[in-house]
């Protein structure tokens, strides 16, 4: 009888000490998020970034340029005129330049047009799905297979954001209102004089 006591003791201690055991490790485990957590943080980390600094329009205050909230986040605008740059001003070694918006930016590698980072399917990003945001920011190229990210979007600072941070980010750049905007392409280095 005593061999059957230290059995049900050892047992229930071995019961006891699975579920302490798991019970600790729950307890470290985040529950997922919903879908408006994952948004609200996602807008949070966009705010915290400056996203806005350079990928939304502007309106033009008496405190200075402010983000166009009827446009956020939707890249320069397509109808938006280039003042003439002069290449000798954007070598390496020379200044950079940005439009009044700041949406658009010259400098060594030629004109760059920040992105339309809503939801629009023609103009923006949606038809990405969550793996390709992620591979574009982790590989500084568009849809992560296609030309280059270009200066200035700090795009390898920003890949080096945990998978959770930029699955948010994604979440919040999908529930914004489509703008429907066609960003133009680069214009290379070597075609800045086409720029009237």
């Known amino acids: ?74 890249g320069h605008p397509a109808d938006s005129k280039l003042l003439p740059i002069d290449a000798a001003l954007v070598q390496p070694g020379k200044w950079y330049m940005g439009s009044s918006d700041m949406t658009a930016w010259a400098g060594p590698w030629g004109v760059s047009f920040t992105a339309n980072l809503t939801p629009d399917e023609p103009t923006g990003i949606g038809t990405w799905t969550e793996e390709v945001f992620i591979k574009a920011l982790r590989s500084g190229k568009h849809m992560g297979i296609g030309r280059p990210l270009m200066p200035p979007m700090p795009w390898q600072a920003i ?30 280095p070597n075609q800045l004089a086409s720029v009237k």
């Open 159 to 188: 890949g080096q954001s945990t998978d959770e941070d930029l699955k948010e980010i994604f979440a919040y750049l999908k529930s914004l209102p489509p703008v429907h905007n066609k960003v133009m392409d680069p214009i290379p």
């Open 1 to 74: 009888m005593s061999k059957h006591i230290l059995f049900s003791s050892a047992m229930s201690f071995l019961f006891l000490f699975i579920l302490f055991t798991q019970i600790s490790c729950n307890k470290n485990e985040k529950p997922a998020m919903t879908k408006e957590e994952m948004q609200k943080r996602g807008a949070y980390l966009v705010n915290l970034a400056g996203c806005n600094d350079c990928h939304s329009p502007k309106i033009f205050t008496a405190m200075g340029p402010v983000p166009d909230t009827t446009k956020l986040l939707s």
